[in-house]
């Protein structure tokens, strides 16, 4: 199970890497062994939009469930990943690079603070698995 | 597997864990005034005296099969093949539930399946569930999937007014509170050419029927070019017996196409079971709402089939659910599939052009009577309207003491035509009983 450390995380399983002002969020690795195989995800965003922390940005469905994914933090769409229309599976595949689900302009830094860093989310998963 | 029923230790022992004396302790929360309330049965009779009983009482009600019937409006006297009885009650298919279990269900699934398979190649549309409960609740539905593609953005809903009037109130009935403006379907003289004026960028979905409620078959290409320029889904309620003849919807342009499928091998009933047919295009899959079987293989390779696209359902998407329907017509969707199957291509194309050519028979003679009129100015399919010199239940009365069930009374529907009939003809009607409908209008007093 992969816990990138330079990621922070949310306890419903979403990471979010920040560059400067600009951000990518998506689920973690945990999310996808929890769904098992991802058939569709659909993106309920659109560019220039504004959602905030917690909004539902995608949903994602597997063969046995259907889950939204919602901001880490709030911000200003940018652009949402078209790839995985037509490659769902990469989310199982490579959940924290090729199956990015959204990217955006940071509304508040100070929303990052709130996040679980790698070690902290590893503990949370370890304790929902005992 | 057998029924076991418990045993009276087995009562004894389920009463003692819940700590109950007897049975009757458990009815104590229903007052005892009511409880028990004495049913005042007549005495009992020999299944020999009560069949007499029910034989007598049943033929209280004149029925088809002793009375030439032109009334149409949406359920339909058609021929039902015999062969479709003899496979629907079998037992594996007359008590088969809801085929969550695949590997003890594959006759079911298949059935459904081929039902699916021939609702798409009748409609021309590429993806169809496994039914509705009837063609209204399916239109319903396709209002519901076109909101739900504009993720609720768009409000407006247009409504053909020569819909069957039944469904568009089902379909008022269904999205009441939902915040809709249902528009277009106020006055039954507005055609498909005047339905284009009202698209805008809030229309969600045009609705027509084809052929329309009135018997018109008309040219939606129109519509359909004009919804989709403004982003509007765009559906076509069928007669699925009509597309025997008629070009199919998929054919020009309809994203979403809906029916009732009573007319293929279902009887009338008084009014049900039926069946709802709903069929879209591959894009709109995961809105469509229903039950859905697929096609894929086993361990071993083997084909077999499954529910599919299960997360579309309220059961797993919960609120996020497009519907709460959890469920089909399965056993009216095996008649529709066996009556086509059974038919097939040449034989529903038979039907259809004898239906159709009997109708304008008819019209032709009624056109030709006295203060009797022919009100449809395009062609018609097997339905047309009569202008009549009477009211419609005068007629309808007089024709009644030749056996005959006359025509649907407009007036019921649309104000502007009080004292028309809606007339239906289908194949089962013969010339001599057209000939007996036009003689017995002919006595009907006219200026």
């Given at each position: 199970m992969d816990f990138p450390s330079d990621l922070k995380y949310t306890e419903s399983d979403e990471w979010i890497r920040?560059?400067?002002?600009?951000?990518t969020a998506g689920i973690t690795d945990y999310a996808q062994d929890q769904l098992s195989d991802v058939v569709y995800v659909e993106s309920l965003a659109e560019p220039d939009q504004d959602l905030a922390k917690g909004d539902p940005h995608s949903t994602v469905e597997s063969v046995k469930a259907a889950a939204d994914v919602y901001m880490p933090i709030g911000g200003q769409v940018t652009e949402v990943n078209e790839a995985l229309v037509d490659s769902p599976e990469l989310v199982n595949s490579d959940p924290y690079g090729a199956a990015w689900m959204v990217k955006f302009t940071v509304a508040d830094a100070s929303e990052l603070d709130g996040l679980l860093d790698a070690a902290a989310y590893q503990k949370h998963c370890e304790e929902r698995e005992s | 597997m057998a029924y076991i029923p418990h045993t009276d230790t087995e009562r004894s022992e389920m009463l003692a864990t819940i700590g109950v004396k007897h049975i009757d302790e458990l009815y104590e929360a229903i007052p005892a005034e009511v409880r028990f309330p004495d049913l005042e049965l007549p005495e009992a009779v020999s299944e020999m005296e009560i069949m007499a009983e029910l034989q007598a009482l049943s033929e209280a009600n004149l029925d088809v099969s002793h009375a030439t019937s032109f009334l149409g409006a949406g359920a339909y006297n058609h021929y039902i093949p015999s062969m479709i009885d003899h496979i629907l009650r079998r037992n594996e298919f007359y008590t088969a539930y809801t085929p969550y279990q695949p590997e003890i269900s594959q006759g079911t699934l298949q059935a459904i399946f081929e039902y699916q398979s021939l609702m798409c190649q009748l409609t021309g549309m590429e993806v169809s569930n496994a039914s509705h409960y009837d063609g209204a609740t399916a239109l319903a539905e396709a209002v519901i999937l076109a909101l739900n593609q504009h993720r609720l953005k768009r409000k407006r809903v247009l409504l053909s007014a020569t819909i069957h009037p039944h469904a568009r109130e089902v379909v008022r009935t269904y999205t009441q509170g939902m915040g809709l403006d249902i528009v277009g379907d106020e006055d039954c003289n507005v055609g498909p050419d005047q339905l284009i004026g009202l698209i805008d960028e809030n229309t969600t979905l045009v609705a027509v029927q084809y052929p329309d409620f009135l018997g018109h078959i008309h040219d939606y290409t129109a519509v359909g070019e004009a919804a989709q320029e403004?982003?509007?889904?765009?559906?076509?309620?069928?007669?699925?017996?009509?597309?025997?003849?008629?070009?199919?919807?998929g054919e020009f342009g309809a994203d979403i196409v809906v029916g009732d499928g009573q007319p293929l091998g279902i009887p009338m009933s008084f009014g049900g079971?039926?069946?709802g047919i709903f069929t879209t295009k591959d894009k709109y899959v995961r809105k469509m709402a229903g039950r859905l079987v697929g096609e894929t293989v086993?361990?071993?390779?083997?084909?077999?089939?499954?529910l599919t696209l299960t997360p579309r359902e309220q059961h797993i998407r919960r609120d996020k659910a497009t519907s709460n329907i959890c469920t089909n017509q399965g056993l009216m969707a095996l008649a529709s599939a066996v009556y086509l199957s059974v038919m097939g291509k040449s034989g529903?194309?038979?039907a259809a052009e004898l239906a159709y050519h009997k109708a304008q028979y008819a019209a032709e003679r009624i056109d030709g009577l006295g203060g009797f009129s022919l009100w449809n100015e395009g062609?018609?399919?097997?339905?047309?309207?009569?202008?009549?010199p009477k009211p419609v239940s005068e007629i309808n009365a007089h024709?009644?003491?030749?056996?005959?069930?006359?025509?649907?009374?407009?007036g019921n529907d649309y104000p502007e035509l009080k004292d028309h009939m809606l007339i239906a003809v289908t194949e089962m009607i013969?010339?001599?009983?057209?000939?007996?409908?036009?003689a017995a209008l002919a006595e009907v007093d006219h200026d």
């Open positions: 920040v560059e400067g002002d600009s951000a | 403004a982003g509007a889904l765009f559906c076509v309620v069928v007669n699925p017996f009509a597309l025997g003849m008629l070009k199919p919807p079971p039926t069946v086993d361990k071993d390779g083997k084909r077999g089939f499954v529903l194309r038979k062609p018609f399919f097997h339905e047309f309207v009569v202008k009549c024709l009644l003491e030749y056996d005959i069930l006359g025509g649907y009374d407009l013969s010339k001599e009983e057209i000939e007996d409908l036009v």
